[in-house]
């Protein structure tokens, strides 16, 4: 079997390579092979979705990989659908696994509160974007939907469990990399980050991916997290904690400058509850306690931040360029 490699792999494996297969098996076994012939590239094989495949020219679909079977007189090429050097597609890896297991804890968090709905809205009235052809980045449940019933929507997330969700509201949804878009130049009337933006390793690549997408006339615009404020203050950080941030408001802040957009502040007022359910969200968990279960992630959310004030301010900023 002839295996090619692009991206990554290319420099972990090589560019070509070829193995002789005993039998014949699927692509998910074909990658559990690769693994234990190539440990040096167990991290970017870790995740199929990490990767497109083709065999012998004909591009296979994710939900066909595991059954997408694969013999000796076989081509198969691996083709990147996450970008990055290894350190960002760990980072991502991690990103993926988070929200893949928050979807539920997620949609439950919006039913309560409708505030990603809220959010959105407000982005778009920022983005003065009324109705065309779009681009949701970081798509999540679909939620954006809620907002924009008449437009065209195309979905695009890391992580498959929320995209599960979100193929029922959205006329279009896939996995993908926002720093490494597929669509060609000039494809739509908006492209737009709900949530999303702050949470992209290389934040600075999926805007200049954003602009090359969209047309003349659209707009690129989004919403990104400052942090949860009582009397001016940063509240997490009062009672001891740190929000630990993939790319940074204040880097987002000058990315945007930059770049000629215009950025607004928008404050929430919420209780307490908000933030503790907020940070109940696997994902979010995962940004004040790393590293640990989220069994153990919950149990500090509950026990740590029932110490902050009854009354907070939820503060996100709003850009378009």
């Given at each position: 079997?002839?295996?090619?490699?692009?991206?990554l792999?290319a420099?972990?494996?090589?560019?070509?390579?070829?193995?002789?297969?005993?039998?014949?098996?699927?692509?998910?076994?074909?990658?559990?092979?690769?693994?234990?012939?190539?440990?040096?590239?167990?991290?970017?094989?870790?995740?199929?979705?990490f990767?497109?495949?083709?065999?012998?020219?004909?591009?296979?679909?994710?939900?066909?990989v595991p059954k997408t079977?694969v013999?000796?007189?076989d081509?198969?090429?691996f083709?990147?659908?996450?970008?990055g050097?290894?350190k960002?597609?760990?980072v991502?890896?991690?990103?993926?696994?988070?929200?893949?297991?928050?979807?539920?804890?997620?949609?439950?968090?919006?039913?309560?509160?409708?505030f990603?709905?809220?959010?959105?809205?407000?982005m778009?009235?920022?983005?003065?974007?009324?109705?065309?052809?779009?681009?949701?980045v970081?798509?999540?449940t679909?939620?954006?939907?809620?907002?924009l019933p008449?437009?065209?929507?195309?979905?695009?997330?890391i992580?498959?469990?929320?995209?599960?969700?979100?193929r029922?509201k959205?006329?279009?949804?896939?996995?993908?990399?926002a720093e490494h878009l597929?669509?060609k130049?000039d494809?739509?009337?908006?492209?737009?980050?709900?949530?999303?933006?702050?949470?992209?390793?290389?934040?600075?690549?999926?805007?200049?991916?954003?602009?090359r997408?969209?047309?003349?006339?659209?707009?690129?615009?989004?919403?990104?997290?400052?942090?949860f404020?009582?009397?001016?203050r940063?509240a997490?950080?009062?009672?001891?904690?740190?929000?630990r941030?993939?790319f940074?408001?204040k880097?987002?802040?000058?990315l945007?400058?930059?770049?000629g957009?215009e950025?607004?502040p928008?404050s929430?007022?919420?209780?307490r509850?908000?933030?503790?359910?907020?940070?109940?969200?696997?994902?979010?968990?995962n940004?004040?306690?790393?590293?640990?279960?989220?069994?153990?992630?919950?149990?500090?959310?509950?026990?740590?931040?029932s110490?902050?004030?009854?009354?907070?301010?939820?503060?996100?900023?709003?850009?378009?360029?």
């Amino acid at each position: 079997m002839k295996i090619k490699f692009i991206g990554l792999l290319a420099s972990k494996i090589g560019k070509e390579v070829e193995i002789e297969l005993s039998k014949e098996i699927t692509l998910t076994e074909l990658i559990e092979e690769l693994v234990r012939r190539f440990p040096q590239a167990k991290d970017e094989l870790s995740d199929p979705h990490f990767y497109n495949f083709s065999v012998n020219g004909v591009l296979i679909k994710h939900d066909d990989v595991p059954k997408t079977r694969v013999s000796n007189n076989d081509t198969v090429v691996f083709i990147p659908a996450i970008a990055g050097g290894s350190k960002s597609v760990k980072v991502k890896g991690v990103i993926k696994k988070n929200f893949d297991e928050s979807s539920t804890t997620y949609t439950m968090f919006e039913e309560k509160y409708g505030f990603f709905t809220s959010l959105a809205k407000d982005m778009v009235e920022f983005a003065n974007f009324k109705k065309g052809f779009c681009l949701d980045v970081g798509c999540g449940t679909g939620i954006l939907r809620n907002v924009l019933p008449d437009s065209e929507i195309v979905g695009l997330d890391i992580s498959i469990g929320m995209l599960k969700e979100a193929r029922d509201k959205l006329d279009h949804v896939l996995a993908g990399d926002a720093e490494h878009l597929p669509f060609k130049d000039d494809s739509f009337d908006a492209v737009l980050f709900n949530a999303s933006i702050f949470l992209i390793p290389n934040a600075d690549l999926a805007l200049k991916e954003s602009l090359r997408v969209v047309r003349d006339g659209g707009v690129v615009a989004g919403s990104y997290l400052v942090g949860f404020y009582h009397n001016g203050r940063n509240a997490l950080e009062t009672i001891g904690l740190k929000h630990r941030e993939v790319f940074p408001s204040k880097k987002l802040d000058e990315l945007v400058e930059e770049m000629g957009g215009e950025i607004e502040p928008f404050s929430y007022s919420g209780h307490r509850d908000v933030a503790l359910d907020f940070y109940s969200v696997p994902a979010m968990s995962n940004a004040l306690f790393p590293g640990l279960s989220y069994e153990e992630r919950l149990r500090l959310v509950r026990e740590k931040l029932s110490e902050l004030p009854d009354e907070i301010e939820f503060v996100w900023k709003m850009f378009r360029i």
